[in-house]
């Protein structure tokens, strides 16, 4: 009952967050035909704009938008000629959301074991090691990890490809280089919330059963200590499904995170408004999953 | 007799709270023993466990050390931030340590400014979001009912926007302004530090919802608290019960998330200038550096020193902020238990 009420409440939300995205982009100074397609003359800027609509007041070129939304069309892109932004959300999403997922997988594949590991010899040096990678992975831009892998992957031992998008191969440094912060964070994460379970009363009552060590971290204390790594893979995953402009950039890759820089950048106004709705519903929805997760794994929630 | 003051308390404090001679002499009058017995504060065992965080004290030793060679630097170094020289990308050397740049720039004096401004971009981005979020959270919290939904429901909406779209929607906006106030007869000198000013700002902007959301969830547990309860009962206003019941029990919570919140803001900075949207050439943060040194990453010929030692040198920067960011957070934050 308490999700289908907050899923219900996604709609209006939505709106509200078109909304804003709407009216700030064309707030912001500067237009769609400053750059690249700076018109001619006052005659074709007017024309250019009656064409887009964009000559309107706000309110009305909102509602225009809003029926387009409803057939399912986010428009005309501003800056590419005879491109729909469904056309370019159709084309890149799909890359972007292989790579995300896969950064997801290696963040959390390479950032839970680190962590419990980690969690388990503390104050060892295993800890200390572990922490510390952990912490510079969170601290090192990923635009210089990116360039640094590429260096001495790709160009110095030659092991994978410089760039590209396609084969297995092609998707290791790219997925390393987008998963390697997440993978520091979520080894962060995993950490503290090990210890912090680790002192409560029942995980002494398991030890005082008898239960062996690796029984109890397994199969008692990382259901709970894995909470902050749940909340944490919501905005997580919506990040990493929506492309990173460094990544993409670096390793020339057709996905939408560069769109999502470069649309703002050339006030695209179809395209920003249509990519922050994406954006949105990714984040809300993924928020709500989490959520449901929530109270599977920690049975003290409940969402009245 | 007026109490002792909690400071002389901490002053003649000879031994540690809790020791075992508290329980010694069962002879003695409880009442007596009792009163006897030094209390520590909780500034003071917050400094004691900080003390005992080894990472965060050397953390907070490098960030002393580092803050005094940037700060002096300038004054000690025989090179300018800007002067362009014949050498160029000249390698670590005596003359050079950290050799040169493409414009043949002493690298080294150029990192010591880098530096400068990242951190000031940190701590006035920290700043600002402390100043929005702690107002924001704080009210909703306190205000409860309406008040709260609706300005928690604004951070929400936030929350849902990409950041990156609304930084770049801020700072143009920003940088719009200014230049309609330069040709309105704003002086020239006065647009850079501006400039400046307003990427602060914007990534601030950007940055205050999850402050927001900390300190309403503490207002509203503290809220309920008999002693702000009674607060209200003696007829406080809200603007004092806010400012002297509730605001310094959100202290070590605040400087905790703002400490944490210091390397990311340095972080998101250095990416917009990778994208050149933040610090503009040829002022340099260490973000700025490190994009200009992995411009110059090839295949063909490899400058080590313009990548390296601006990355270093923010790694370590964040390293310390961080070590000091957990230190204070196992110090001061009430939800962490001991063991």
Redesign the interface.
């Known amino acids: 009952m308490y999700f289908l009420k907050r899923l219900a409440f996604l709609p209006p939300l939505l709106l509200v967050i078109a909304f804003l995205a709407f009216v700030l982009v064309r707030v912001a100074p500067g237009g769609p035909f400053d750059k690249e397609r700076k018109p001619a003359s006052p005659e074709i800027e007017r024309a250019l704009l009656a064409r887009y609509h964009l000559d309107e007041p706000i309110l009305k070129q909102f509602g225009r938008f809003l029926g387009g939304l409803a057939q399912g069309d986010f428009g005309a892109s501003l800056k590419y000629r005879n491109h729909t932004v469904s056309d370019i959300i159709a084309q890149a999403l799909p890359v972007s959301m292989e790579l995300g997922a896969l950064a997801f997988l290696f963040a959390l594949g390479f950032g839970l074991p680190a962590g419990v590991i980690a969690a388990m010899g503390r104050g060892r040096w295993s800890d200390y090691s572990l922490s510390f990678l952990a912490l510079l992975a969170v601290c090192v831009p990923g635009f210089v990890a990116g360039p640094l892998l590429v260096l001495l992957f790709a160009i110095h031992w030659q092991v994978f490809p410089v760039a590209l998008w396609g084969g297995a191969m092609n998707a290791v440094l790219p997925t390393v280089s987008l998963g390697l912060y997440f993978a520091g964070k979520v080894a962060r994460l995993t950490r503290e919330g090990m210890l912090e379970v680790l002192q409560m009363d029942f995980i002494t009552a398991a030890r005082a059963k008898g239960l062996s060590e690796t029984q109890i971290l397994l199969r008692h204390a990382l259901r709970l200590a894995i909470l902050p790594v749940v909340s944490y893979s919501g905005p997580m995953l919506a990040d990493l499904l929506t492309g990173s402009f460094v990544v993409e950039n670096l390793f020339q890759i057709p996905g939408i995170g560069v769109f999502m820089v470069n649309s703002a950048l050339s006030r695209d106004y179809t395209m920003v408004v249509g990519l922050v709705l994406l954006y949105a519903i990714l984040l809300l929805l993924l928020n709500l999953i989490v959520d449901a997760a929530y109270t599977v794994l920690d049975p003290r929630v409940r969402h009245e | 007799m007026p109490p002792i003051p909690y400071w002389i308390r901490v002053c003649a404090m000879s031994e540690p709270p809790h020791s075992p001679q508290r329980l010694a002499s069962p002879d003695e009058p409880v009442a007596q023993s009792r009163r006897l017995q030094p209390l520590a504060g909780p500034n003071w065992q917050a400094w004691e466990r900080f003390k005992g965080n080894h990472g965060a004290l050397f953390g907070g030793c490098f960030l002393i050390l580092f803050l005094l060679v940037i700060a002096l630097w300038p004054f000690l170094s025989p090179y300018q931030a800007n002067a362009i020289s014949d050498l160029q990308f000249g390698a670590p050397s005596w003359h050079h340590w950290f050799g040169t740049d493409v414009h043949g720039r002493d690298l080294f004096t150029r990192v010591a400014y880098g530096a400068r401004i990242s951190l000031l971009v940190g701590a006035t981005g920290a700043a600002v979001s402390l100043a929005i979020g702690v107002l924001w959270g704080a009210v909703a919290g306190y205000a409860g009912g309406r008040w709260d939904s609706a300005l928690m ?1 604004t951070v ?2 936030l ?4 950041t ?3 930084v ?2 801020v700072l ?2 920003l ?3 200014l ?1 309609n106030w330069e040709t309105h007869g704003l002086p020239g000198w006065a647009i850079q530090p501006l400039r400046m000013l307003g990427l602060f700002g914007g990534l601030g902007a950007v940055s205050w919802l999850t402050m927001a959301r900390i300190v309403r969830g503490q207002v509203l547990s503290l809220r309920s608290r008999p002693f702000v309860e009674a607060s209200i009962a003696l007829g406080a206003t809200h603007t004092r019960v806010l400012l002297r019941s509730i605001l310094p029990n959100l202290s070590g919570i605040i400087i905790v998330y703002l400490a944490l919140s210091v ?1 990311g803001i340095v ?1 998101y900075e ?2 917009l200038s ?2 050149g949207m933040g610090i503009q050439p040829p002022q340099a943060s260490l ?1 700025s550096l ?2 200009e ?2 411009e110059q ?1 090839n ?1 063909v010929q ?1 400058y080590w020193w313009v ?1 390296l030692f601006p ?1 270093a040198t ?2 370590l920067t ?2 310390a902020l ?1 070590f000091v960011g957990d230190g204070l957070r196992d110090a001061l934050d009430p939800r ?2 001991r ?1």
């Open positions: 429901r929400d909406i929350y849902a926007l990409p990156i779209v609304f770049i929607v143009t906006a940088n719009g302004l230049e390397p972080l250095s990416f990778y994208l973000g490190l994009a040194g992995a990453i295949s490899v990548i990355a923010l790694a964040l390293l961080n962490v238990r063991q």
